[in-house]
């Protein structure tokens, strides 16, 4: 097993405002996958409008990935479950810094970084980056 540090990404579900804004039905649905996506252990990530789970286990990022998705299904829209990816996160591999997304070399050694890789939450083989 490698040793990267992958995301599990994603969207929101029920944002704040949106409350009142969409049917009672749609917004419990909502309610219902925002709470089973805390119950896996997304958090908020800071820079982005996303939720996140991080995990140096690929095995548990498909896990979680695939019960995200399947957190989705409840709702009437399934694109936003299809939004659950999982990425790997750039990391030097001579010191094992983790590096920002887009970042090519690491800021510690210069060396280049072994670059973000897109995972396939149903087999956790790596595709290609859109
Ligand atoms: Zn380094």
């Known amino acids: ?28 649905k909502l309610e219902a996958v925002g709470g089973a996506l805390a119950e896996l252990g997304f958090m ?21 990935a695939r019960a995200a998705r399947a957190a989705w299904a409840i709702t009437d829209n399934p694109l936003d479950g299809d939004s659950v990816e999982i990425t790997a996160q750039p990391e030097c591999p001579r010191c094992g810094r983790l590096g920002r997304f887009r970042d090519p070399f690491c800021a510690s050694c210069g060396v280049p970084m072994l670059p973000a890789e897109d995972i396939d939450p149903d087999t956790g083989a790596v595709r290609p980056r859109r």
């Not at 990267?4 to 704040?16: D, I, K, Q, T």
Request: with cysteine.
């Open 1 to 28: 097993m490698s040793g990267r540090r992958y995301w599990v990404s994603s969207p929101p579900a029920l944002l704040e405002g949106m409350e009142g804004e969409i049917d009672e039905a749609d917004e419990e």
């Open 44 to 64: 908020e990530d800071r820079d982005n409008v996303q939720l996140v789970f991080k995990t140096r286990d690929l095995e548990q990022a498909c896990e979680v």
